[in-house]
T-cell receptor, first 111, second 113 residues
Framework: QKEVEQNSGPLSVPEGAIASLNCTYS??????FFWYRQYSGKSPELIMS????GDKEDGRFTAQLNKASQYVSLLIRDSQPSDSATYLC???????????FGSGTRLQVQP | DVKVTQSSRYLVKRTGEKVFLECVQD?????MFWYRQDPGLGLRLIYF???????EKGDIPEGYSVSREKKERFSLILESASTNQTSMYLC????????????FGQGTRLTVV
């Protein structure tokens, strides 16, 4: 099993809908997680971090962490075409000071 | 705002050349990283450094070396470039805390011909 796994997509949702992006992780990755957004040809930018079990909301974004299931998700409410990008899930590695990334999920928001 | 700057946006090099990719950060971060990103493979860690003159191998260090002579600067060196090193290279930095987010530079698209 990879340390951080994501469905590559594409995930296609209509404008205004809720987009749900999911990520699972192995024991090697610690309990701190980060969601990055990456537009085509650009570098990743941090949009959410979550450190404890439960939900964390920031504007239209909600990150959810379930440690028992080793599962982290990102919900995007009222999706906009400008949200179309690849979303990378990353976890802090327990053995070193580096983030381990999933391969990313491509989101397409249809106008 | 955190700023991580990579010296080149695009590079084209010939097979066998020695290639230097430079990265500078202005937030006094202790940790610096080099990743490469390839379609379907995500970001893979090449090397990282948590202090001046300190370095640790990541998951794919073969064919690469690094240098960190000053806290703000982290260089990636391709000793003898090969076509399979054609990729997007991303530099990042973070604070010393273990569970902390990383901030990325704009990336260098390297093509080896």
């Amino acid at each position: 099993q990879k340390e951080v796994e994501q469905n590559s997509g594409p995930l296609s949702v209509p404008e205004g809908a809720i987009a749900s992006l999911n990520c699972t992780y192995s024991d090697r990755v610690s309990q701190s997680f980060f969601w990055y957004r990456q537009y085509s040809g650009k570098s990743p930018e941090l949009i959410m971090s979550i450190y404890s079990n439960g939900d964390k909301e920031d504007g239209r974004f909600t990150a959810q962490l379930n440690k028992a299931s080793q599962y982290v998700s990102l919900l995007i409410r009222d999706s906009q075409p400008s949200d179309s990008a690849t979303y990378l899930c990353a976890g802090a590695d327990t053995g070193r000071r580096a983030l381990t990334f999933g391969s990313g999920t491509r989101l397409q928001v249809q106008p | 705002d955190v700023k991580v700057t990579q010296s080149s946006r695009y590079l084209v090099k010939r097979t066998g050349e020695k290639v230097f990719l430079e990265c500078v950060q202005d937030m006094d971060h202790e940790n610096m990283f080099w990743y490469r990103q390839d379609p379907g493979l995500g970001l893979r860690l090449i090397y990282f450094s948590y202090d001046v003159k300190m370095k640790e191998k990541g998951d794919i260090p073969e064919g690469y070396s690094v240098s960190r002579e000053k806290k703000e600067r982290f260089s990636l060196i391709l000793e003898s470039a090969s076509t399979n090193q054609t990729s997007m290279y991303l530099c990042a930095s973070s604070r010393a805390d273990r569970d902390t987010e990383a901030f990325f530079g704009q990336g260098t698209r390297l093509t080896v011909v």
